[in-house]
């Protein structure tokens, strides 16, 4: 007998809804229509559902997310890094606990207390003709944010591994759900040739036909839920082997648009801003945002920083205020409106040499118009590199609060955590900081000023 099996998948959503309903409206009739052939069906997700961006994830802190997945019927998912380390440890714990699914991630665990109900290490499924798919799963390995959130990752590929050596002679088809890169899925598949399908996604690359890897198949889908992920598998009762491996990809927007969609999204986001209408405090004037020029917000938010981080010293961009602070209450909605990125604080240990080196590697001019795009940015333009307490006078020395700097002492510099993975400041990858966790930048100003207004 030859069973036909469909597995649809999403990957890295990021809380865009905009063609969800006709994505979901898409896959439940094709399963309909596959079910009627007696063809088995499944739907995964390969993390980074939720953006807290979102103002309806905001609101709902990603439970909302969960009760979408759980609608469009979703068999089994992983987690991502927008779950992972843009939650606090209470939030994450609690996340999925009205989950409908399983949620698979093998390298994750609390670093003190018990496991969460939801996690597992792996899930088998199971067709109505007995033919068992292993699922394994497992997220990227960002391990100085998930020590500060209480959280013990494990290197993700050995895991990943010694699950699929676990799992292989109890299972018919092996899949492994990757929140790892296109590059780890291709090293997995090498070093792995146990598994059959690896689901990708973090990279947010886009495989159309699938790739083949070691005789393993990888898959992508992009981002934003651009398109959806159709896997279709033949396996084969009378030899036991899985015979075909077929992967497309499906452009959700010239898909049918559904009645209702633009509703679907104001509602969303209508929920959202109605939990998060609290006032939190109020102003007695208006503070301005200037994507090329320091204004009186970023003003204000160095003030904050300074003041919460005790660092001699802060950088940030100026674009990473999307509005002004206004006159009057303010509301948790206000504030996420200047500051929606899922960005925390860090504070870098650095010599006076080595913050010399960054101070002048600031002043790029190519910096302020560059339209950055992922490293938790969700701005336009990246703006002007603003610093503050620290600056360089005529001779070139480098001065914090008006001091010379001394080259070989060390300073602390507070500045954003997508300023430390290497790209703009090579300098902070191998330095010593600490991640200020789990605030994001909008808490860290909206606590200033509370205590200051």
């Keep these: 007998m030859l069973e036909t099996i469909h597995i ?25 229509e596959f079910a009627k052939l007696g063809e088995p069906s499944f739907l995964f ?23 979408l997945l759980n609608e469009a019927q979703y068999d089994v998912v992983t ?66 944010f998930y020590k500060e959130l209480n959280w013990h990752i ?44 690896i689901f990708g996604s973090h990279t947010h690359h ?28 033949e396996f084969d009762h009378s030899s036991h082997t899985l015979v075909k491996k077929k992967e497309e990809v499906i452009e959700n927007a010239i898909l049918p648009e559904m009645d209702g969609e633009a509703l679907f999204l104001a509602d969303l986001s209508k929920e959202g801003m109605q939990l998060l209408q609290t006032p939190i405090f109020q102003t007695a004037k208006h503070y301005n945002k200037e994507w090329f020029h320091y204004s009186r917000l970023s003003n204000l938010f160095a003030e904050a920083v300074l003041d919460f981080t005790g660092a001699d010293c802060a950088m940030f961009n100026a674009g990473i205020f999307l509005h002004g ?19 925390n604080i860090c504070v870098i240990d650095l010599s006076g040499k080595e913050l010399k080196e960054v101070y002048l590697q600031a002043q790029n001019e190519e910096w302020p118009l560059l339209e950055l795009k992922g490293l938790g940015f969700r701005g336009s333009i ?31 510099l ?25 605030l994001f930048l909008r808490d860290i100003l909206a606590e200033y000023c509370k205590k200051t207004f």
């Design 206 to 233: 886009l495989l159309e036909q699938g790739k083949v890897v070691n005789g393993v198949l990888l898959t992508g889908c992009g981002k934003f839920g651009a398109y959806t992920g159709h896997l279709n598998l």
């Design 382 to 412: 990246f703006g002007k590199m603003l610093t503050y307490d620290f600056s360089m006078n005529k001779k070139r020395d480098l001065l914090i609060k008006g001091e010379i700097v001394e080259l070989d002492r060390q300073y602390k």
């Design 45 to 67: 997700d390969i993390g980074d559902h939720l953006d807290r961006s979102n103002i309806y994830t905001e609101g709902t802190l990603g439970k909302g997310n969960v009760k």
């Design 154 to 197: 494990s290197e993700p590929r050995k895991v990943l591994m010694q699950m699929a050596k676990k799992l292989r002679n109890e299972v018919d088809i092996l899949v492994c759900l990757s929140h790892l890169g296109i590059t780890e899925d291709e090293l997995l598949a090498k070093e792995c040739p146990d598994l059959d399908v």
């Design 79 to 144: 987690m991502g890094n927008n779950e992972g380390i843009t939650l606090s440890f209470e939030e994450l714990y609690s996340l999925y606990e009205a989950a409908e699914f399983d949620v698979v991630v093998s390298n994750i665990a609390p670093i003190e207390g018990p496991q969460p109900n939801w996690l597992k290490p792996y899930t088998i499924l199971h067709t109505k003709y007995g033919t068992k798919i292993g699922v394994i799963g497992a997220t990227a390995n960002y391990e100085l």
């Design 414 to 438: 507070a500045t954003l955590d997508m300023f430390t993975f290497g790209y703009f400041f090579p300098t902070f990858k191998y330095a010593q900081k600490h991640y200020v966790l789990p």
């Design 8 to 32: 649809f998948h999403t990957n890295d959503v990021h809380s865009h809804f905009e063609y969800w309903q006709r994505m979901h409206d898409y896959i439940r009739n094709q399963r309909l």
């Design 325 to 343: 602070l206004k006159k009057g209450n303010i509301t948790s909605y206000d504030i996420h409106k200047i500051l929606p990125h899922p960005i």
